[in-house]
């Protein structure tokens, strides 16, 4: 057996921890929640940086991708001769109208070409079902996965699609991934909408003769030389493309779908940082009072043992031992709780991300990593309270200590002749160990701050989708033509049944450059006093646009390092590429995406072009709702379309499902602080004063009297703990929409005040639960017991 | 009247009326298969205002007994009456309002609330009793009217027992039971502490009942109850109370 191996001090160690064992597994909790939170963040980040890696090695992901209008085949010799290039692979990509059998809205479809004969040099397809393109069928194509899921669609199943015009009956051959589109939105679109949205793959040739594009392309990538610099590529490439239509090559890390990815990778990352950080503060605060405790009461046993000849060290150590266990099966449980949360939480990430496998292995770097971090968190919790046992002189620890001192404070002369005794005891003993009271409120606290950064992200979405979608848009459809077209196609489209007004918008390619500063942008051209989508600050104003300058995002403004008044320099990507000075007229503070806008005249005249537009905004009376589709689908001009409530519902659906998931995590978090702080506070209570109350008991104080005393400091530290709780609580959301600020998406700081009360009742509810629980222990005061022992 | 020697007899007079009444209590504590037998069969009744010290080696049974007197604890069997009230047929709320309303403790070791001063310690007590004297009476009764402010922190150990007297005796209680009060004092300490009984039992007429270890403190006593074994093994009335000044160890 092995208590028969092990030493007296062990021993005394096993019961010790079996004693103490509900305080014990509370303070594990607390560690074991911050190592979850951590291992489930940074195996999910490590899960899906892996995967992708592995994606796209696999099957070839480019490094460089650039449109053009038109360039003739033979440039791309010319491209692979650019230095670092290695391989290139020109091909033709079209957005189209779809139409699917049995659902009414058009759908917006995105073709990319393939070869008829062998597979893609890059951006290789992973071929779920059936089979790809066969030469000499026009008309066969490969759809993505989630779209056909989305329709039910399988191999042998056809679809419509309005090609340059043309409607063609395609047949759907076969079912793939690409990894290009392992995050898929349509062009303006937020959110993947696998309804409305595809991505289909058509034969190179089939797809030149249906755009007139036969030994031409529109779309290019490329895959780079180990060690290459990705902006020398793409400066030499746009210099080459410059003349086809060109619009600027990215990089692969701004390739869209690869964008996103990586933005949601760096937001697991934030969150792998500052939820821990609150755990494990709080963990090492209950170990220090655990341990605190357990060496006051075990005074006499340090003085014995030392007496005996243990040395500081050997008493240091048997409580360092004590720690260890504790934050040991903190470790053991967080491990277990992490790994399954992250293989969870990656699997949610994975339904987001099209990925044709899932690699979760998380390493051991990982978990121990964690573990040694929170054990040494642990450690300096109760590096103070093991310090004391080893300094304590024996002889000093054989008598029991004084009664602790009160003094006369400003509670005692408190002109409180309605304070009864009972309450006199409590306020006196919160007030004379003020730090600790602080810290267990503090605890409390957190607990709530914690429900709040949680529930605040329900109320920031629905702020975000009223802003955003509810006053800013007013329109209900936007519609986009495949080729920018004179200002007069904006009549024939308010002529489509059932539109009620119009409203154009041009979109231009440029770059904005401020000193060293640049970035990619698209111009949005729209009326000076838009109507139906309208310039809109998020502080419920709307602009207007005048001409001659631009009007932008607060946050482009802030990527770019430019004010109001500045001069910005567009370098324009399309058609005569025009290069110009423009004033910033006008900021304004968005929560999703960076837009800039221009007046549409004015970008026109800047354009040097007969006013022309890219597509408009509509306000559709919903009965002709069916008409109106009809007829999108045969109107040959048309490239695509968004529905504002399509975008509404896949917007709420998906960050619905996330908020569900990520605020039930919470609540367990949050919960466990709750609990783990009160129970442990409420049990050295007891421990601390079994005998006074015991004492009570004795003089004929009744159960709920005495229990009143043992918790009235629980609960005056939990009521002082929740305005506490909320104000830490706009904290730390505060932290958190600020670290989850990026170009796509501004979390604004909205506090509903039902969230607080929401977090109020949480944090009243564990108190009030883990009370409950420690109540019960006042039945088994040991009343006999008082009377003989001194302490 | 003299000395009555035989065992588990009781003293009493066509004046006296028991407080207390105990028959045949018998108390065993069993853990695991050990039993020990720490009352076997006690006959006692507490004469109303009497003082009555009980005397024994350890283990004998004193504190057991008065626990059960005090509503501490149960019996194994037998019958404990306080007035009408059957105490074994109570159950823990019962037991605690008799202690509440009857009964007086004062321990060994004080058991003062450290957070209280010593007049909020007596207030404790006063303000769920039902006519109480107020705490500075209560602590003018023990001596200890100028030291109303303190913590027991900032008293003697004599004067925290002084203290805790005061608490147990300012319900006005029909009881008072003290267990080794003067255990944890120097003779000249614990003598005060006496004379405080003393005081509270002569002027409230409280029914008092004193474990001590200290043969020369029986001489204050009404009756001298000697335990052995789980027994009484002789109860020995004092023809001539000795004033607790007069007594030394
Ligand atoms: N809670 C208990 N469990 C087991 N035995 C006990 C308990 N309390 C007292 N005893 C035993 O009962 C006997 C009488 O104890 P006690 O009444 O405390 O003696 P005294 O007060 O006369 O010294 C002793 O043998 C003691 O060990
Ligand atoms: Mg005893």
Known sequence: MVTLQMNALN???????????????????????????????????????????????????????????????????????????????????????????????????????????????????????????????????????????????????????????????????????????????????????????????????????????????????????????????????????????????????????????????????????????????????????????????????????????????????????????????????????????????????????????????????????????????????????????????????????????????????????WLDQPTRIILRQALRWPLRSFMTAAGIAMSVAVMITALQWLDAIDRMIDVHFMQAQRQDVSLALAEPQSREIVRDIARLPGVLSAEPFRSVAARLRAGTRHKRVSIEGVPQVPNLNLVYDAAERPLSVPPGGLVMSTKLAEVLGVGRGDMIRVEVLEDHRPIREVPILDLFETYIGTPVYMEIGALGRMMRERPAVNGAHLLIDPLDKPAFFRAVKETPEVSGLALRQAAIDTFDETMGEMLLIFVSFFSGFAATLAVGTTYNSARIALSERGRDLATLRVLGFSRGEVSYILLGEVAILTLLAMPLGCLAGYGLAWVMTNAFDTELFRVPLILAPSTYGFAVLFGLAAAVVTAALVRLRVDHLDLIAVLKTRE | MTGNTSPGATARTAASTPALHARGVTKVYRSGTMEVHALRGVDLDLIVSELIVLVGASGSGKSTLLNILGGLDQPTSGDVHFGQLDLTACDDAALTRYRRDHVGFVFQFYNLIPSLTAEENVALVTEIADDPMAPGEALDLVGLGDRRNHFPAQLSGGEQQRVAIARAIAKRPQILLCDEPTGALDSQTGVRVLEAIERVNKELGATTALITHNAGISDMADRVVSFADGRIAQVRVNAHKRPAREITW
């Open chain 1, 11 to 417: 021993r005394k160690l096993m019961r010790d921890l079996w004693r103490l064992r509900g305080q014990i597994i509370a303070v594990a909790l607390v560690i074991a929640s911050g190592i979850a939170v951590m291992i489930m963040s940074l195996s999910t980040m490590e899960s899906l940086d892996e995967t992708a890696r592995a994606y796209y090695e696999r099957y070839r992901f480019a490094d460089v991708f650039a449109t053009v209008k038109r360039a003739p085949e033979h440039l791309s010799g010319r491209i692979a001769e650019i230095p670092g290039v290695q391989s290139v692979e020109t091909r033709i990509a079209q957005s189209a109208i779809l139409d699917i059998d049995g659902f009414e809205e058009p759908v917006l479809g995105f073709i990319v070409s393939i070869p008829e004969r062998g597979a893609p040099l890059l951006n290789r397809l992973h071929l779920r079902a059936g089979r790809m393109v066969a030469p000499g069928r026009p008309d066969e194509v490969v759809v993505r996965e989630s779209f056909a899921l989305a329709h039910g669609l399988a191999p042998g199943d056809s679809l419509e699609a309005i090609l340059n015009g043309h409607l063609r009956r395609l047949t759907v051959v076969g079912i793939a991934l690409s990894p290009e589109f392992v995050y898929a939105i349509g062009r303006g679109a937020l959110m993947p909408d696998d309804k409305r949205f595809a991505v289909l793959w058509m034969g190179r040739e089939s797809l030149a003769a249906a755009f007139d594009l036969d030994g031409a392309f529109n779309d290019v990538a490329l895959s780079l030389l180990r060690g290459t610099r990705p902006q020398e590529v793409i400066d030499r490439l746009d210099r080459i493309l410059a003349r086809y239509g060109g619009i600027g090559a990215v990089e692969r890390a701004d390739q869209i779908s690869n964008w996103f990815l990586m933005n949601e990778i760096e937001q697991l990352r934030t969150m792998s940082g500052i939820l821990p950080s609150i755990f494990l503060t709080v963990a090492a605060f209950l170990t220090n009072m655990v341990m605190a405790r357990l060496i006051a009461t075990e005074r006499e046993e340090i003085g014995l043992l030392k007496a005996f000849g243990y040395t500081n060290w050997a008493v240091a150590r048997h409580y360092m031992k004590m720690v260890g266990a504790m934050s040991g099966l903190g470790i053991a449980i967080g491990w277990a709780a992490g790994f399954w949360l992250g293989r969870l939480n990656t699997r949610l990430y994975a339904e987001n991300f099209d990925f044709p496998f899932l690699l979760y292995r998380p390493s051991t770097a990982v978990f121990v990593s964690v573990a040694l971090l929170s054990l040494a968190i642990a450690l300096l919790g109760g590096l103070g309270a093991v310090r004391r046992a080893a300094a304590l002189p024996p002889a000093e620890a054989m008598r029991p200590p004084a009664p602790p001192a009160y003094r006369r404070t400003w509670v005692s002369r408190m002109p409180g002749h």
